[in-house]
T-cell receptor, first 112, second 113 residues
Framework: AAGVIQSPRHLIKEKRETATLKCYPI?????VYWYQQGPGQDPQFLIS???????DKGSIPDRFSAQQFSDYHSELNMSSLELGDSALYFC???????????FGPGTRLTVL | DQQVKQNSPSLSVQEGRISILNCDYT??????FLWYKKYPAEGPTFLIS?????DKNEDGRFTVFLNKSAKHLSLHIVPSQPGDSAVYFC????????????FGKGTRLHILP
C-alpha cells in the first residue's frame, strides 16, 4: 500500500541557511501534519493543513512556514536555520480530520 | 508538563511471552488513543487505536485496553516475536479540540530469543 513520502530523507545545511522539506500524503488523504522530533525526544506537533488551509498550529517557530498545495502535497519552509533546528521532521497524513495519522519516514535535518 | 507518560523507558520480554506496555495520561479531554511502533531511521508506524467510548480493541496479536477512570491504557502483544523489538509510542488526541497528537516518550521493547 502507498505510504507517506518525504523528501529529502537527509539534509545538511549551514546556520542561517534555508531549507525546504516536502511531503506527499497517502493518495486520497486530504490532511497533512508536520512534527519535529529532537534527539531523545518525542515528536512535537508543528502545524497541520486540511483541504489546503491551515487547520491547526503548534510549537512552530516564526522562522518556519508551510503550505499545502492543490495536489495535497505539503512543503515546510525553514529559514535562518539554527543549530537547534537539527532534528527529524515527520510528515503524517489522514483521510479526514480528525482521523488516524499515518507517518512518513522522516527527513533528518542537520544544521552545522 | 508531559500529558502522556510512559514510565518504563525499556522492557525486555522472552519470545513467545506476552509484552505489556503501559501508558498514563493526565488530560481528561483526550478521546482518542493510539499506539505507534518505531524502528530506527523510520517514521512511526500506526499499530492500533482506541476511542474513549471503548475499553478494549483487538487486532491480531495486538490488544489495547483503556481504563478511563484511571487514565491508563496498555498495549498487549501476544505472542511476542523478534520483529516486535522497537520503540513503542503511546499517543493521545482531543479530537474535538485540535489536530495534534500528543506523544509519550516511548518504551523500547526488546524481545529476547
Amino acid at each position: 500500500a502507498a505510504g507517506v513520502i518525504q523528501s529529502p530523507r537527509h539534509l545538511i545545511k549551514e546556520k542561517r541557511e534555508t531549507a525546504t522539506l516536502k511531503c506527499y500524503p497517502i493518495p486520497r488523504h486530504d490532511t497533512v501534519y508536520w512534527y519535529q522530533q529532537g534527539p531523545g525526544q518525542d515528536p512535537q506537533f508543528l502545524i497541520s493543513f486540511y483541504e489546503k488551509m491551515q487547520s491547526d498550529k503548534g510549537s512552530i517557530p516564526d522562522r518556519f512556514s508551510a503550505q499545502q498545495f492543490s495536489d495535497y502535497h505539503s512543503e515546510l519552509n525553514m529559514s535562518s536555520l539554527e543549530l537547534g533546528d537539527s532534528a527529524l521532521y515527520f510528515c503524517a497524513s489522514s483521510l479526514d480530520r480528525p482521523d488516524t495519522q499515518y507517518f512518513g519516514p522522516g527527513t533528518r535535518l542537520t544544521v552545522l | 508538563d508531559q500529558q502522556v507518560k510512559q514510565n518504563s523507558p525499556s522492557l525486555s520480554v522472552q519470545e513467545g511471552r506476552i509484552s505489556i506496555l503501559n501508558c498514563d495520561y493526565t488530560n481528561s479531554m483526550f478521546d482518542y488513543f493510539l499506539w505507534y511502533k518505531k524502528y530506527p531511521a523510520e517514521g512511526p508506524t500506526f499499530l492500533i487505536s482506541i476511542s474513549s467510548i471503548k475499553d478494549k480493541n483487538e487486532d491480531g496479536r495486538f490488544t489495547v485496553f483503556l481504563n478511563k477512570s484511571a487514565k491508563h491504557l496498555s498495549l498487549h502483544i501476544v505472542p511476542s516475536q523478534p520483529g516486535d523489538s522497537a520503540v513503542y509510542f503511546c499517543a493521545a488526541s482531543d479530537q474535538g479540540r485540535d489536530d495534534k497528537i500528543i506523544f509519550g516518550k516511548g518504551t523500547r521493547l526488546h524481545i529476547l530469543p
